[in-house]
C-alpha cells in the first residue's frame, strides 16, 4: 500500500476481501462520481436549491469514507447540516470551494492508485 | 418458506454504497442478493416477484439528490401495508434520533448508521431474520398438521359415537338390496354339491365306456 498524504486505503482494502477488482472497480467509481457531485452542488448553489446541496453531500460523506479521507467525511457532513437545515448557508460556498480543491489533490493520489491495482 | 437461502433486497442511490454491500453480503454464501437504486424499483420487483424478498435493506435518504424520488420511510411504509411479509433494516447516514424512531415507530427491524461496523451489524440482522423466519414456517406447519388432525379425529368420535348410540344412525338397510347372508349360505350348499361330482363323473364315464363298446360293435358288424 503506498504512502499517501490525502488518502488511506486501509478500509476499502478491509472491505475488498483480497479482491482487487473490487477496489478497481470502487476507485473507478469514485473517481467518475465525486466529480459529477461536485458540479452537481456549485449548480444546486448557484441556484440556492441548498437541501439539494446538503443531499449531494450527503452521498459524498460515505464514498470518502471508503477512501479513508475522514476530512472531507467532516466537510460535506458540515455541508450536509447546514443545508438540509437551510442555515447559515453563507459559509456553505467556501466550504463546497474547500472540498473541490482537496478532491483535486486527492484525484493524483487515487488514479495512482488505481494504476498500481490495474497493473498488479 | 420454500427456500432455506435468504433473499435480500438492498436499496440504495448511493453506487458506491450499493456495490460495497453487495459485495460484502454476498459473502456469506447463503444469501442471495439483488440490488435496486431506487425504492420504487425494489417495491414493483417484490411485488409482482414468484420469489419475495426475506429482508430489505433500505437506505433512509433516498431521495436527498431526487426529490421526486420515494423515501426510505415512505418506502417502508408500503412494505408494511402491502403485507409483504419480509423485514426491513434501515440505513441512515447519520444518526440522528428522529430517523431511528420514526424508523422502528412503522415497523423497520433494526435502524444501521453507515459507519465502519454497518456491513457486519446488517449481516448479523440478516441471519437472525432468516433464523426466525425457518422457526415461524415451521411453527406454522406443525399448528396446520395439528389442526388437520384434530378435524380428522373429531370425525372419527363423532361418527362411532353416533354409532354406539344408535346403530340405525346411518339409515336401514334397503328391501331390494342384496341377501349377502342368503347368497351366503347358497354358495355353501353349492359346495356341499360339488362333494358328489366325483359321483357324477364315474357315472359318466361308465356311459362314456357303453358308447364305445357300441361303436366297436358296429364297426366289427360292418367289416
Redesign the interface.
Known amino acids: 500500500m503506498g504512502d499517501y498524504s490525502y488518502i488511506d486505503m486501509s478500509?476499502l482494502e478491509e472491505?475488498?476481501?483480497g479482491?482487487n477488482e473490487?477496489k478497481i472497480?470502487?476507485l473507478e467509481?469514485?473517481l467518475k462520481?465525486t466529480p459529477e457531485s461536485i458540479a452537481?452542488m456549485k449548480g444546486a448553489m448557484e441556484i440556492g436549491d441548498w437541501?439539494?446541496v446538503?443531499?449531494?453531500a450527503?452521498?459524498m460523506?460515505?464514498?470518502f469514507?471508503?477512501v479513508g479521507m475522514e476530512n472531507m467525511v467532516q466537510l460535506s457532513?458540515k455541508i450536509?447540516d447546514l443545508g438540509l437545515a437551510e442555515e447559515n448557508i453563507a459559509e456553505i460556498p467556501e466550504m463546497i470551494s474547500e472540498l473541490e480543491s482537496t478532491y483535486l489533490k486527492a484525484e493524483e493520489e487515487l488514479k495512482e492508485e488505481l494504476n498500481k491495482l490495474q497493473n498488479a | 418458506m420454500a427456500s432455506k437461502r435468504t433473499l435480500v433486497y438492498l436499496v440504495d442511490?448511493?453506487?458506491?454504497?450499493l456495490?460495497?454491500a453487495v459485495?460484502?453480503l454476498s459473502?456469506n454464501r447463503s444469501f442471495d442478493i439483488k440490488s435496486f437504486t431506487s425504492g420504487e424499483k425494489a417495491l414493483a420487483s417484490a411485488k409482482k416477484a414468484k420469489r419475495k424478498p426475506n429482508v430489505i435493506v433500505l437506505d433512509y435518504?433516498l431521495?436527498?439528490?431526487e426529490?421526486s424520488a420515494i423515501s426510505g420511510l415512505e418506502i417502508l411504509k408500503q412494505v408494511k401495508q402491502e403485507k409483504l411479509d419480509c423485514e426491513v433494516i434501515m440505513l441512515s447516514?447519520?444518526e440522528n434520533i428522529d430517523v431511528a424512531v420514526n424508523s422502528v415507530k412503522y415497523g423497520a427491524y433494526d435502524y444501521v448508521v453507515?459507519n465502519?461496523s454497518a456491513?457486519i451489524r446488517v449481516q448479523n440482522d440478516i441471519k437472525r431474520i432468516a433464523k426466525q423466519q425457518i422457526k415461524d414456517a415451521e411453527a406454522s406447519k406443525l399448528r396446520k398438521f395439528v389442526m388437520i388432525l384434530s378435524v380428522m379425529i373429531g370425525v372419527a368420535v363423532f361418527v362411532a359415537v353416533s354409532f354406539v348410540i344408535d346403530p340405525t344412525f346411518y339409515g336401514t338397510w334397503p328391501e331390494n338390496a342384496p341377501d349377502f347372508e342368503q347368497n351366503a349360505k347358497d354358495k355353501a350348499q353349492t359346495i356341499q354339491v360339488d362333494d358328489t361330482a366325483p359321483a357324477a363323473t364315474d357315472s359318466t364315464s361308465a356311459e362314456h365306456d357303453e358308447a364305445e363298446e357300441i361303436i366297436h360293435i358296429q364297426n366289427a358288424v360292418g367289416r
Open positions: 478500509y472491505l475488498a476481501l479482491s473490487f472497480e470502487m467509481s469514485f462520481s452537481s437541501k439539494v446538503g443531499g449531494h450527503h452521498k460523506k460515505t464514498s469514507s471508503f457532513k450536509q | 442511490d448511493d453506487d458506491m454504497y456495490k460495497t459485495h460484502t459473502q435518504f431521495n436527498t439528490e426529490s447516514g447519520q453507515k465502519k456491513f
